[in-house]
Nanobody, 113 residues
Framework: QVQLVESGGGLVQTGGSLRLSCAVSGVGVRFNSIAWHRQGPGKQREWVATITSGGQTSVADPVKDRFTISRDNAENTVNLQMNNLQPEDTGVYYC???????WGQGTQVTVSS
């Protein structure tokens, strides 16, 4: 059974950094395209970043200068490094195995102003 478990969220001040991790079990991350999404309070879920099975990355325009997605094949994780966090980055962050629509339970990120 495939499971995705997010971690690394928390409370941070404006301008701070967090590193989120998506631990995947049941399949290898290097064989799958994995995405990060987020849902802010009162907002729809939105796409943040993707890393493909081939290692190509893409990041949403609003955060592309601050967020980086990467993969650790040995740890079987997909990570999201978030720098210079802003209050509008507040929300629940989810990882998603795209092809099979597997989702984690999410991790809360709160950025205080």
């Amino acid at each position: 059974q495939v499971q995705l478990v997010e971690s690394g969220g928390g409370l941070v001040q404006t301008g701070g950094s967090l590193r989120l991790s998506c631990a995947v079990s049941g399949v290898g991350v290097r064989f799958n395209s994995i995405a990060w999404h987020r849902q802010g309070p009162g907002k729809q879920r939105e796409w943040v970043a993707t890393i493909t099975s081939g290692g190509q990355t893409s990041v949403a325009d609003p955060v592309k200068d601050r967020f980086t997605i990467s993969r650790d094949n040995a740890e079987n994780t997909v990570n999201l490094q978030m720098n210079n966090l802003q209050p509008e980055d507040t929300g629940v962050y989810y990882c998603n195995r795209i092809a099979h629509n597997n989702w984690g339970q999410g991790t809360q990120v709160t950025v205080s102003s």
